[in-house]
């Protein structure tokens, strides 16, 4: 099969497509046949060596933590799946992901797709989609008439933040820089400040009872941002962490998203029945995976990037 893999840590230029042996499911294994998988800022992380002192790979390493395919193989003792069933899922980081033919993936990470939701675009949603949950409802206990801010509501993470929290009935205030606001206002944010133009402190318009920082903000800004929560509020940062105690009875939440097959297939719902926006900047082949690697390290990504098999 073809699979793009690196096999020394490095620039976008380590990414090497090349023809690899398919692997056999083994127990508790999925074999899929990807339909698409898509770019997360972690996976250039992860090719970059930052992270192989607390998740070492095993080199040569093919990257890509979301899957949307089809099963093609069961290993032994997995039921409930059937040979060409449409899933999708957010695989383990530290094992070889879906820039790939075929990926192995554990199955109780695997989500099955509904009618109605595009197999390609699909791939755009389970790793963020993952995370702004997490951040919101299982960290920030998000509830009802809440005030939250969505730090960073530009991004992928940030898009689906501000949904899940403008329908959870929250009021909601997030930050978007110019090419972001018109979108991160149609997803129901109540409040839109341009971070680029004013400190998002002078900004905000009072305090909140949960804040979520889901943008690679400098130490200092993630200290004012979380100078923004109430007395006893929780402020969740998917990034970087606070650099001094904020006191006040803050709870302070360093979020590391983990999968969730049932919180995934709630999202697959969602997005079927139309609750749910995937937006998609850009669909490319995976002969492009290095290109796009390398356009991420500039800063030229159009936004959302998925890559098709
Ligand atoms: N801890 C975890 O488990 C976890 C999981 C997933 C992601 N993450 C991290 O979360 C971050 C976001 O991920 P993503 O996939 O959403 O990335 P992304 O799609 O690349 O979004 C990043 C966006 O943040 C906005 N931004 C940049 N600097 C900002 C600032 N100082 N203040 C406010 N907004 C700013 C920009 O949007 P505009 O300028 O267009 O508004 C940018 O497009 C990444 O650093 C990623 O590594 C962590």
Known sequence: MKAVRYREYGDSTVLVLEDVPTSQPGPGQVLV????????????????????????????????????????????GVTGWAEGAHVAGFLPLNADGASADYVLAPADVLAPLPQGVDPVDVAALPGVGLTAWQALFEHGNLTAGQRVLVNGAGGAVGGYAVQYAH?????????????S??????YGADHVIDYTATPVAEAAKGLFDVVVN??????????????????G???????????????????????????????????????????????????????????VHAQAGQGALKGKTVITL
Do not use: C, W
Not at 167 to 179: H, I, K, L, N, W
Not at 222 to 228: H, K, N, S, W
């Open 33 to 76: 046949k990807v339909t698409a998988t898509s770019f997360n800022p972690a996976d250039a992380m992860l090719r970059a060596g930052h992270l192989s002192e607390i998740l070492p790979l095993e080199l040569p390493h093919v990257p890509g933590v979301d899957v949307s395919g089809t099963v093609a193989a069961l290993g032994p």
């Open 167 to 179: 329908q959870a009935d929250a009021y909601v205030s997030a930050t978007a820089g110019p090419r």
């Open 181 to 186: 606001a018109e979108r991160v206002r149609g």
């Open 214 to 231: 889901l943008a690679p903000t400098s130490p200092e800004e993630t200290d004012a941002l979380a100078a923004l929560t109430v007395d």
């Open 233 to 291: 509020g929780v402020f969740v940062t998917a990034t970087t962490p606070p650099a001094t105690a904020p006191g006040r009875g803050l709870q302070v939440v360093q979020m590391a998203v983990r999968s969730d097959a049932a919180q995934l297939a709630e999202l697959l719902n969602r997005a079927a029945a139309g609750t749910l926006r995937i937006d998609v900047a850009d669909r490319r082949p995976l002969a492009d995976l290095a290109a």
